[in-house]
Structure formats: C-alpha cells, structure tokens
C-alpha cells in the first residue's frame, strides 16, 4: 500500500459510515497497530523474562483491538488501509520524537501512552454509532495490563531517587509529543474536528476535553510517583 | 531475573515432571517468546499495513503459544523462569547469527522458524505425558498463519528473478544455524538428550529425526519457490 502523505483528500464517506467516524477509526487502529510494535520493540530492551512477559502482553493486547477495529471497519465496508493512511505520518512522528532510551522509559512511554488512548476512546465515544461504540467499549475494558509499570516505576525512584527528575522530564515530552501531533491531525483532518464541533460541541468543550486529558495525564504521573 | 550461563545445573525434578520435560517446555517457551520479539521488530521494516497486519498476527500468535507454555508449567509447579533460562543464550546466538537485512529476509525467516519449530514440536510430542501434548498439540493446531509468506516469497522471485539466490542463501544459514544450536543445547543439556534416549529412541532413530527436520526445510524451501 501507498502511504497517503499528509493533505489527503478526506476519507470516503460510505453509505452507513460518516467520514469523521472512518477518520476515527483509522487513527485508533494506526495508534493500537503502532502501539504494539513499539512496545514488542521495547520488550526486547527488558533485562528480565517478567518484564519481557509483562511488556509482551500489553503488546499482543494492543494489537488484538488493533484486529478488532479492522474487522470492524471491514464489517462496514471501510478499507482499513485507506483509513488508516491518513495517520501514518503524524503517528510515525510522534514514534520518531519519543524514542525511549532503556527499557525503563519504554515502558513509562507505554503507561502514559495506553492512558492517553483509553482517554481518547473515552471521549471520542459520545460521538460515534452504537456498534462503533460496543468495538471501543471492549478496547476500554480490557486494558488494565498497564498497572504494572506503576509499581515499577515507584521501585525504581525508590531505589535511585534521582531517577524521578528525568522520567517526569520524559513524561512530559510525551504529553507534549501527543497534543501537538494530535493538533496537527486536527487541523488536516476537517471531518473529524466536524465531528465533535457537528456534535453539538463546542470550542469551550473541546478547550475542556483537552484539560481533562491533561489532568488525567497528570494523575497518571503522580500514580508513579513521578511529577508532571 | 539473572540469566543463567550456559552448563547451568540440569532443571530441577519436580514430583510430577521429569527434567527433560521442564527443558522441553522452557525451550519452547523461550522460542516462542523471542519469536515473537523478532517477528514484532521485523514487522516494523515492513513496507504496507498488509504486512504489518499479517507478520502483526505471526508475532502475537507465536505470543499466545508463550503463554499457554508458561501457564501450563505455572500449575504443574514448575518456574518458567528457570525453565527458561538454559535457553536464553542459545536463542539469543541464533538470533544474532540470523539477523534478516530487510523485510522479506524477515518474513523467510518466520516461515522457515515456525516449520522448525512445529517439526520439532510434533517429534517432542511423542516423548511427554498427555497434559503436555495437549498443550503443545494446541500450538500445532493453529500455524497455519505463515503461508501468507509462500505467495509473497513466489511473486518476489517471479518479479524480480535475482532475489532467489540470495533467498535460497539465506534459508540455508537459517537451518544451519538452527541445527547449530540445537547442537550446543543437546550437548549441555543431559536431561533431554536423555528423553530421547531414555524414551527408546537410539542414535540411529536420532538421525532419522534430523533427516526428517532436513527434508520438511527443503520441501518448504521448494514451496517458497527455493532451492534449498
């Protein structure tokens, strides 16, 4: 397949599925299909078998949504890879950007980075059709794998306090690395901004659900005992 | 966990399973799980979301397989970890011996490491107690996932006919290196040589066994449209 480059025409609105939910699907399946790599990748850096288990786990988990959300859009009769297509740049920036050194900022990328999806999908459900949303729904609800990562972190601060100063700095540009791609896909992507604002959401709305990921993040970061 | 050096003391006998079994379940937990290490980090050189998706699903199967190995020592009370150990730096040699450059290189080596592996799966079936063959028959039963690379491999070669020397090559080195391994484990590994032995199996049957692991390689090779 071609990769589409950024500008790419809006994807086909089909007769059952409005353009903004394809859009939406698309970046939820590029962001599990890459999620899983990088985090497979990761694994490989773990210096135990527990923690490459642990790290293999959340990684086969995201690509089972990953399949969930293709069988989905084929359902529907949505090309998954003309979906996908749109997001590829902005995803493979993000990946880019926020290369982990070590294991150990692997995994607090993973963490932070499956927190800020599951946000997404929270919010982004309010908006879509019931059957996108029962898909969403089982991505949301079996993502607890993550939870280890939190005891490791607190372990390793308090093994090595100064730890703590570099994995906030981390966290932060990963917050950062994420809004500002997801602004970039916001501005190139006019139908899935028309979703929320055609959703009756306003500016202060959105102004609102981006504080709510911030916050949430936030509170992520302190769960590892890490600043924000 | 701290890996343990090759010539590491023989597993330790449980009450309920010979050390040849526990050696057998650790190696096929450690393939499995590097296995599906490399295949994740392969997918990523992939070049289209087809790929991906199809090396994606090799990856988390091998996953799956890793799992229902671990488990299955979990409640015959045997550590995974320890059971794995002895097999960390053999895998870890043949990996780093057969490093694919490029995609395609990648894909050959999981379709010629999962017949290896399903051979060697169905030749150990014979030497365990049924709750393990059970186990290991499931892992059998569901590889049908790597023939997706037979086709890509054909229509390569039918493009482009220089690529299959080099092919043919390289699934070479993979076997070799392979048997390579499996070489050094059998000698440092008491315990399994002897479940072959001690299952009645004498050197000749032995070498008929490798004979036959040879033959199923070329016959893969073939299908791939390469000589072997």
């Known amino acids: 397949m071609d990769e589409t480059p950024p500008g790419a025409p809006a994807a086909t609105e089909t007769s059952a599925v409005p353009a903004a939910v394809v859009d939406l699907l698309g970046v939820l399946a590029y962001g599990e299909l890459t999620a899983f790599i990088r985090m497979a990748v990761d694994c490989d850096l773990a210096p135990t078998l527990g923690l490459k288990t ?9 690509f089972e949504h990953y399949s969930l959300l ?40 993973g963490y932070v980075g499956e927190g800020i999806a599951r946000d997404f999908y929270r919010e982004m459900t309010a908006f879509v059709d019931a059957d996108t949303r029962e898909v969403m729904q089982t991505a949301l609800d079996d993502r607890s794998e ?22 906030a700095l981390w966290g932060r540009r990963l917050l950062g690395e994420a809004l500002s791609q997801a602004q970039a896909v916001a501005v190139d992507r006019d139908a899935m901004s028309a979703l929320l604002v055609g959703g009756g959401v306003d500016l202060g709305e959105i102004g609102r659900m ?7 993040h936030t509170a992520r970061m302190h ?5 924000a």
Request: aromatic residues 6%; proline residues 7%.
């Open 146 to 167: 993550a939870d280890f990562v939190v005891q490791i972190v607190r372990d390793t601060i308090r093994t090595d306090p100064r730890a703590a100063g570099p994995l």
């Open 210 to 216: 981006f504080t709510r990921l911030t916050d949430n």
């Open 54 to 62: 642990s790290m293999g786990r959340l990684a086969t988990t995201d």
């Open 70 to 109: 293709v069988e989905h859009m084929r359902e529907r009769g949505i090309d998954p890879e003309a979906a996908m297509a749109p997001f590829v740049a902005p995803i493979a920036v993000y990946h880019e950007r926020t290369r982990p050194k070590g294991w150990l900022e692997g995994l607090v990328k």
């Open 223 to 227: 769960r590892m005992g890490l600043e």
